[in-house]
C-alpha cells in the first residue's frame, strides 16, 4: 500500500465508487437466457445502471433459478426477490382482474392486447397489482397460446375430448379445458416436459418460442394453431423494494422498464418466426386453418363464470370495444 501515491489512491477510490452496485434487485424469469423476456428485463437492467451511473443494477436470474413462476411471484410479493417476470395467467390467485384478462380468445390480435395494455385499462390493472404488493413496471408481449400434443393432430374440438393437457396453475384454464371436453392438470412450466415424456399427460399449450425453448417440440409433436389464449406478461416490483427507490430512482425504473417492452415486443416477433422454422424444420407438425369458430364458442360458460359483476362485465366490453 504504501507505494501508492494519494492520486492513485483517489483513483481506486472512484473507480470503485463509480463501478460499484449500492443496491443490486434480483429478477426472476422462467426462460433461458436468450429468450425475449429475459433480454428485455436486461435492456431494462443497463438502461437503469447507465442512468443511475452504476448505483443501481438489476441481476436476472433466467431458467427458474429462483424458482418456478407462481412460488417466485409470492417471493415477489414479500420482497424476497425484488423483481419478477411473467405471465397474467401465473397472478390470477394473487391479483383478481388478471383472471379477466386471461380469458380465452379475449384479444382479437396482438396488436389489440397492445392497444389494450398500452392504453388507460392498462394503467387501471396496474393498480390491481399495487393493491397487492406488487408494481407492474411493463407489458410484454407473450404471443398466442395453442395445443400441442404427443398423440395425435388436433383439427377439431371432438380431437380434443378426453386427452390430458397441462395448463398453468390457475382456475381459468382449468375450466377452459372443461368446456372444451378435456382434462386439465395444472402443473408448474418446469414440470411439463417429463409429464408428456412418461405419458402423464397427453400435451400443453404455449407460444411458438417457449414450445421451441422449453424443448417440449421434441415430445409433443402435434401443434394446432388455434390461438385460444393471449395472455399479457408483466415485469412486476416488489412494493417494499419499490418503496426504498427515491422518486428520482423510480422514475428512471419505470422509463427503463416501458422501454425495455419495446425492446422486447421486437425481440419476440422475431423469435415467434425463428421459433416456428426451428420446430417445423425439426419435425413438428403445424396444424393451420382450424375453425376457431367452435372454440369460441365453447368458451360462453366460461365468461359465464368469471364475468359476473358489474364492474367484469364493463371491463371485458371496454376491453372488446378497444380497436
Ligand atoms: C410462457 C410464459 C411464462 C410461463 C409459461 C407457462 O409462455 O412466458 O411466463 O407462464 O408460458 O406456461 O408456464
Redesign the pocket.
Known sequence: MKFLTTTALALLASAGIAGACEMTLRSSD??PDGYP?VEGVKAMAAEVEEKTDGRICIEVFPSSQLGE?KDTIEQTQFGVIDMVR??F??FNDIVPVTQLMSLPYLFRSVDHMHNVMDGPIGEEIAAGFEENDLIALAYYD?GSRSFYNSQKPIQSIEDLEGMKFRV?QNDVFVDMMSALGANATPMP?GEVYSSIQTGVIDGAE??FP?YDSSGHAEVAKYFTLDEHLMVP?LVAMSKSTWEKLSPEDQQIIREAARNSATVQRELWAEQERASEEKVVEAGAEIIRDIDKTPFIEAMAPVYEKYVTTPESQDLVKRIQETE
Open positions: 422462467t426462460h423476456t413462476e411473467a405471465s395467467g401465473s407473450g398453468m412450466y404455449n407460444n417457449s406478461e
